[in-house]
């Protein structure tokens, strides 16, 4: 997370390493035998095969696929990072190789949003090919 997530208006969201910790810790508390996964790095055909197994994967793209930008640099030590905007999350619900085209479920949106599998792919690359991958952890004996 760059920023404060608690003073508004002073953080600019997180990426997958806080999603796979807060939502393991809410998995647990459920008793649950899911768990999160960081699939960040992962060629984008990894997350169709996990897809295909029936574990839904959420990336990070940018709302409305749009070209992302740099913006709000923040110090940390000695580094500068640099949040790239506009950034948004979403979760694969299909894809078909045959036309060239991945579904998603937008949470701004009321509908599935089909794109075309090239700008979906680039736009995963071009925003650090973060993701997380929800799926079935071995029950302990």
């Keep these: ?80 990072l640099w949040w790239k905007y506009p950034l948004h999350c979403v979760v694969i619900s299909g894809y078909d190789f045959e036309n060239g085209t991945v579904t998603i479920t937008d949470p701004l949106k009321n509908q599935p949003v089909i794109i075309d599998m090239e700008t979906f792919e680039l736009r995963y690359k071009q925003m650090e090919s973060q993701a997380v991958v929800i799926k079935m952890s071995k029950p302990a004996n």
């Design 1 to 80: 997370n760059i920023g404060n997530p608690r003073e508004s208006g002073k953080s600019w969201g997180c990426y997958a390493p806080v999603i796979v910790k807060t939502a393991n810790k809410y998995l647990y508390d459920m008793e649950s035998y899911y768990r999160a996964y960081d699939y960040t790095g992962y060629d984008v055909s990894e997350l169709y095969y996990q897809l295909s197994m029936g574990n839904p994967a959420i990336v990070w793209i940018t709302m409305d696929f749009a070209e992302p930008y740099l913006k709000s640099p923040w110090r940390v030590g000695e580094k500068t």
